[in-house]
Each structure stands twice: as C-alpha cells, then as structure tokens.
C-alpha cells in the first residue's frame, strides 16, 4: 500500500488525487486542506455569477469521494499546524498544492491608504472566505478603480457593475450581497499601463461586460489609437485579435444611459494613491506610450482620476511554507518534474503540483498536466517510498496529536446548512462566510 498526503483541495490537488488512484491500485490519498471546505479556488476564487465553472465543484467531488481518497479539512500545515516534517513521517510521500496565496503590490506612495484593497481581498469577500474581513469595502465610495486588465480584474469590475437581481441568484454571503446592491459606485474604471493589444483578460470574458444590464461600456478611441496593434489587429493572435475587435466595436458604439458605466482604459501607469478626508480619494496615473519592444516608456504627462475604492490586479504570487524550500524570485517551490529540491537534490517524498510548482498561470485545466507529471514522477519513485514503514492509518497519529479535521460529512453538514440557510433567506444556496458558523454547521448544528 502506498499512503500519500496531497496538501490542498483546489484543483491541482484533487487532479493528483484523481491521478493516483487511477493509476496505483494500491494508493491511498488523503486530501488535507487549511479550510474545512474543499475546492480551493474554484469555490472561493471564481466569481460567484459564474455557475458553469462553478460547475467543476462536480466533477471534483467525484474525486474526493472514491473509495480510496479521503478529505480532511480543517489541517493547518506548516507554521503553526502539523509540521512538513512530521507529515512527511506519517505518509510515504507528500505533495504540496498549496497555490499563490498572496497578491503582488504595486510599490507606490498611498498604496496603504484606507479604501486601497487588492482584488484577491475584495473577492474572498464577496465568495465568503473564512479568512476574510469586511471594512466596508464600498463605504461612502461613488467611483472605483481597478488596476489591472485581466480576468480578475474583468470579474471585480462585473460584479460591482451588477444589480440586486443579476447577484440574488448566487450563492454570495448575504452581507456582501446587501453592500452591493445598496452601493452607489456609478463609475468604475479598470487601467492597464500597456495596450489593448497586450490584455491578459479573455475574450469569453471581455465581452460579458457588454451583456450587464445595468452598466454601459465606454472606450476612448485615443487609447486604443495609441496601440499599432489596433489600426490593424490582423497580425495579432487570435485570442489579442478578438480583443480588439470586441474593443473596437464599444468604442464606436453609443451609450444606452445605463444608471453605472465601465470604463476600460489603456496606457496609464499609476504612480500615486491621493488622500481625501484619511481615505483614498484618487489615483495619479501617468500616460505611458509603447516603447518599440513591447513594453512601455513613461510620457510626463499626467491624469488624476477619482475614487474611492481601488482594488489592485495584478498578479498572484506563492509564500513560503515552513519547512519548504522557496525560490523568492520566482515565489514558487524549487523542483525537477514535481520532484522538490533541497539545495539542488531531491527531496525523497516531497512534490509539489500547481502554482507552487510553476507560478501563477494557465488556467484551470493547466493543473491536470501538471499533475499528471508530478504524480508520473512519484509513482517511479513508489518502489523505493513504499519501503519505509509508516503508520497504519496516519488519520488516526493525528487525532492522537490533537488534530481535529473536518472529514466528508463534516462538508456534507456545511453544504447542507448553505441550503438551509439560503431557503430561509428565499434565495438557492447561500455561502456561510465565517469559521465559526462552518465548524458549527460541520458539527450538525444549525447555523
């Protein structure tokens, strides 16, 4: 029999989970996961307007419910849980699909201001992590900025664009839902210092903007003029290509009057977050131009644009787990094929899988190749791994060490206080957005 720890539950987790037990008939896999809720970010990441995606929580659950894997929530690794070391004692191998789980900075003057929040924070919000924080993130403010042009950014945006009955249908936590639907941001603004061009947002995504009921799409045709991709988009590929022409046509179109309006802006760097009142009041942008090389040359010249709430997107990045390696450029964990490195050799036992292995890109199905080649690389390594002795039933060494998990039906209890929870609010299923109220509901106790 060959034990093995997969710490974390998002999909590149349960992807090798799914890898493992196909493949050895004799694996045994335990899913562990900080949180008692699995998922990662496909619960607590992808917008909750997004229910086709959402979707994928189905097919994961199959996983997380075959006869040999088995889901422990609720188990803190590293600083102050069960250290790598240890873990690494109870299994025969351990791999590491702990994500990004930090967000890259701007560097600028007022960054830290009152009402200057980075998108990650603002979406744990509204998609009820337990981790989160409500500081009234929409708080006396009538305009934002996002910053960022990616689909993060793309998805901040909609959902403050969206009214009361495009978000009553999800599963967002009733406060956030309420601070939505009573916030009078009319204008939200979301910048890239490059071009229209050099967009990371997709254009599935791009054009959902076009569709919000309550909000018009404005372009500023000098923008896009500034990028010579524009004038003429055939030589783009054909994910860029699409781009602009979606931009294209918002900015040759007129505007419905819709009481919010998006305006999505190009070539503006911001350099300082202005004060008003000890709160963010403005960002101070400067106009960037293309420099030849594919990036951009700042001009000098300078714009000021109001808001009151600014959420930064622009980029993830991985933190070190104790007892870990951690490469600090490039915030992901030194391996060979999945394979962790210590100072350069291989780490028998330990991999990684997911954006600790390779940084924070592809998207989600990205993570099913990149578990197949760590798991590939563990099962070549089985012979020798399955040699050591480790205890019968790790589960039981750690209940022992004052572990306490929350197992399937624990998540089974918390799934079904959502849907209670949700009926008595006349909605579907509604998110429960705190620690408290999903040990309680994991321990059969009404919310």
Request: net charge neutral; with cysteine; charged share 25%.
């Amino acid at each position: 029999m060959l034990r093995v720890a997969v710490v974390g539950s998002g999909p590149s987790g349960v992807y090798c989970a799914q890898t493992l037990v196909q493949q050895e008939p004799l694996a045994r896999v335990d899913v562990l996961d900080r949180l008692p809720c699995p998922y990662g970010l496909v619960r607590y990441g992808v917008a909750p307007d997004h229910e086709k995606i959402k979707s994928l929580q189905n097919n994961l659950r199959t996983v997380l419910e075959h006869d040999r894997v088995r889901f422990l929530g609720r188990v803190q690794v590293g600083a102050g849980g069960v250290p790598a070391a240890r873990l690494r004692e109870l299994y025969h191998a351990v791999v590491y699909c702990v994500g990004a789980a930090t967000d890259r900075h701007l560097g600028i003057p007022g960054e830290d201001l009152p009402g200057s929040w980075s998108a990650t924070q603002f979406v744990s919000w509204y998609s009820a992590h337990p981790d989160a924080v409500d500081d009234g993130f929409l708080r006396e403010a009538r305009s934002a900025v996002v910053i960022g042009v990616g689909n993060v950014a793309v998805d901040v945006t909609r959902i403050l664009a969206r009214g009361a009955a495009e978000l009553g249908p999800t599963d967002m936590p009733d406060a956030a839902l309420r601070a939505l639907t009573a916030s009078r941001v009319t204008e939200i603004q979301m910048v890239g210092r490059r071009g229209p061009s050099q967009a990371r947002f997709t254009t599935k995504e791009l054009r959902e903007l076009g569709t919000l009921p309550e909000a018009d799409v404005l372009v500023d045709p000098a923008e896009l003029a500034l990028d010579p991709a524009c004038a003429d988009p055939s030589s783009l590929p054909a994910p860029q290509r699409r781009n602009v022409e979606v931009l294209r046509s918002w900015a040759d179109g007129t505007p419905r009057g819709a009481p919010r309006r998006i305006r999505l802006r190009f070539f503006l760097r911001p350099v300082e977050l202005l004060a008003e009142a000890g709160r963010v009041g403005a960002v101070r942008f400067e106009r960037t131009v293309p420099d030849g090389r594919g990036g951009v040359a700042g001009t000098g010249a300078f714009e000021v644009v109001e808001a009151q709430l600014v959420l930064r997107s622009v980029g993830y990045r991985g933190v070190p787990l104790e007892g870990l390696p951690f490469d600090a450029g490039s915030g992901t964990v030194p391996h060979l094929a999945g394979r962790v490195l210590r100072d350069g050799v291989v780490a028998p036992g330990e991999y990684v899988a997911g954006w600790i292995k390779r940084g924070p890109t592809g998207v989600i199905g990205t993570n099913r190749p990149c578990a197949k080649e760590t798991v590939i690389s563990l099962l070549e390594d089985a012979p020798a791994l399955a040699r050591r002795e480790v205890p019968e039933d790790p589960l039981a060494v750690l209940r022992a060490e004052g572990v306490e998990p929350v197992e399937w039906e624990g998540w089974r209890a918390i799934e079904r206080a959502e849907a209670e929870l949700g009926a008595s609010l006349g909605r579907g299923v509604v998110k429960l957005p705190d620690w408290q109220s999903l040990l309680t509901a994991a321990h059969g106790k009404a919310p």
